[in-house]
């Protein structure tokens, strides 16, 4: 009986197979009828199509936007089941990997490191095909929004400088049921009240063909940036530069007990000035949290960054703080902490800053501190309690030896890179005509 089931299933799946391969546009046109039936029950009976799609020949690539649901794969069954970009586990799949093999994706692979140029060659190479290849879509801000704004492009599908046709999306019903984005309802409770509304209202809104000028061809992000501009003003929206990452940095936010909003830094924009990467970002912001959740709130003022850094309040400590501190708020965002570390503590934690303090802690250069060393330059420089040294001086001598070599000392230099900065602030500060450092 099992075997008999076994073979029957085998015969099911290999005869699904054959058809697909030698009678996919049959099975397009049905899979078609299928997917917007489904959207028909969902409460999509009619929607608005303003503009005409053009041919894979003249426009390769569909650029679309705003991406706010996964109620817009809709346009998939409206533009004949054009090409997407896929994970590459999901060919693999049975009867659906077929399905998707069938569709001709552009496979992503997110554990091969390659991916990502790979990708973008495929498309390339799909674009220069002279309409062979059926269009691929694209979603260039990569994430869903609620539609209020554009944010940036990802570069994708303006990588291979071809022709690319912008297409809009309008969801017009109220109350708005469908927008999915990471600080409102889940999908299963999108996706009930959207099955609730008697009629859900959609206009698909195809533009004009965006032909990319050398300039454009040259630089993908001026590409993008163009075309966005195009599909904001056809929207009446606003354009903003956060990013996918601003939303990642957002879900890690709350996990470290910030709210949402911490997270919203413009990354894309803090990256292209400061050449910052995302694991770095990541990390200041676990850093981040750790000094403004001393008192409860988002912020950073200067009690906040004294407690951090083991010292009481000195004129060095507030006037590093108001380096930081752009907008003289006297409080500090997260946007303000990655670009005081990035412009001022980070380049100021320099070796030769580094060596230069041990030295000044360091009497008679014996090549390591002692409590008292630390605890007299401390209390003198900057006031700060002899309890306060002891536990700074425990922190730093990891070893618990009762002294601080000069690796032991650069390594905590190196944790906490605003002590860096504080000192030269304090040098600069107080130093003598001859440049030697006041203590006493």
Request: net charge neutral; charged share 20%.
């Amino acid at each position: 009986m099992q075997q008999s089931l076994l073979a029957s299933m085998l015969r099911f799946y290999f005869f699904f197979v054959f058809h697909c391969m030698f009678y996919t546009r049959d099975i397009k046109a049905l899979l078609e009828k299928i997917g917007r039936f489904q959207f028909f029950l969902a409460g999509f009976h009619y929607i608005s199509i303003k503009g005409k799609q053009a041919p894979s020949s003249t426009a390769p690539i569909m650029a679309v936007s705003p991406h706010s649901t996964y109620f817009d794969s809709i346009l998939m069954f409206l533009t004949g089941l054009p090409s997407v970009l896929s994970k590459t586990g999901n060919r693999g799949i049975p009867i659906f990997g077929t399905l998707v093999r069938m569709l001709q994706p552009v496979f992503v692979s997110r554990t091969d490191p390659n991916s990502r140029q790979n990708t973008i060659k495929e498309i390339k190479r799909r674009a220069q095909s002279g309409g062979n290849w059926p269009q691929v879509i694209i979603f260039p801000e990569g994430t869903c929004t609620n539609r209020s704004c554009l944010i940036s492009f990802k570069g994708g599908a303006f990588y291979p400088g071809a022709a690319v046709q912008p297409v809009i999306l309008r969801y017009t019903t109220i109350p708005d049921t469908v927008t999915w984005t990471w600080e409102g309802p889940n999908a299963y409770t999108i996706m009930w009240l959207t099955l609730c509304n008697l009629n859900n209202k959609l206009e698909i809104e195809f533009l004009d063909v965006y032909h990319p000028n050398e300039e454009e061809i040259k630089d993908p992000k001026l590409f993008a940036n163009n075309v966005r501009a195009v599909m904001a003003k056809a929207l009446d929206v606003p354009v903003t530069d956060h990013t996918f990452e601003d939303t990642r940095l957002m879900v890690q936010a709350t996990k470290t007990g910030l709210p949402l909003s911490a997270g919203l830094v413009e990354f894309q924009k803090l990256k292209n000035k400061l050449g910052i990467s995302f694991d770095n970002t990541e990390v200041m912001l676990a850093k981040y949290a750790e000094i403004a959740q001393s008192d409860g709130d988002a912020f950073i003022d200067i009690k906040d960054f004294a407690k951090y850094l083991n010292l009481p309040i000195s004129p060095a400590l507030e006037e590093m703080f108001q380096l930081y501190d752009r907008s003289g708020t006297k409080k500090m965002d997260f946007r303000d902490y990655i670009i005081g570390c990035s412009l001022l503590s980070q380049p100021a934690n320099s070796e030769e800053t580094i060596q230069l303090a041990f030295k000044m802690f360091d009497e008679g250069d014996k090549g390591f501190i002692t409590q008292e060393e630390l605890c007299k330059i401390l209390h003198n420089a900057f006031g700060v309690k002899d309890t306060d040294v002891t536990k700074l001086f425990t922190q730093v001598d990891s070893a618990a030896s009762g002294k601080i070599t000069y690796e032991q000392f650069k390594e905590y230099a190196e944790k906490k890179p605003e002590y860096a900065m504080l000192f030269k602030t304090y040098h600069e500060m107080s130093a003598d005509k001859d440049g030697k450092l006041k203590t006493e």
